[in-house]
């Protein structure tokens, strides 16, 4: 979840940038093109980013630590209803559905809270 975050904070700037130059490019071209949308995808990548980067980092900071396993629930929700919104959006943008990539996506955000459970001692391993 470390690395998909920073990957995410990455990318998600990079796509903010890039929703400015193609929005002066389909300008030049008379092209219409949502410039917001773009932005708005890309400040919403970086959101996602951030709760998942953040989430990894108290998953490993709490990891022998059962007392905190409720905040890693909780960054394990958020992080399973952020890709879950966003498998939304991407289909409602695309109408696009592919649900072996969403299964596969929702992997580790599911085994998250599982694991936070787990340190709990709500579930016995």
Request: aromatic share 8%.
């Amino acid at each position: 979840m470390i690395i998909s975050g920073i990957l995410g904070i990455i990318l998600g700037s990079i796509a903010i940038l890039g929703a400015g130059f193609l929005s002066a490019v389909a300008e030049a071209t008379e092209v219409d093109v949502n410039e917001n949308l773009l932005i708005f995808s890309g400040v919403f990548a970086i959101t996602s980013a951030v709760i998942s980067l953040i989430a990894g980092i108290l998953g490993v900071k709490n990891s022998s630590r059962p007392d905190k396993a409720n905040i890693c629930i909780v960054f394990g929700v958020l992080v399973i209803l952020f890709y879950a919104l966003d498998a939304i959006l991407g289909f409602v943008g695309s109408r696009n559905f592919e649900p072996l990539k969403l299964v596969i996506g929702l992997l580790v955000p599911i085994l998250y809270p599982v694991g936070a459970f787990q340190s709990k001692g709500m579930i016995k391993s």
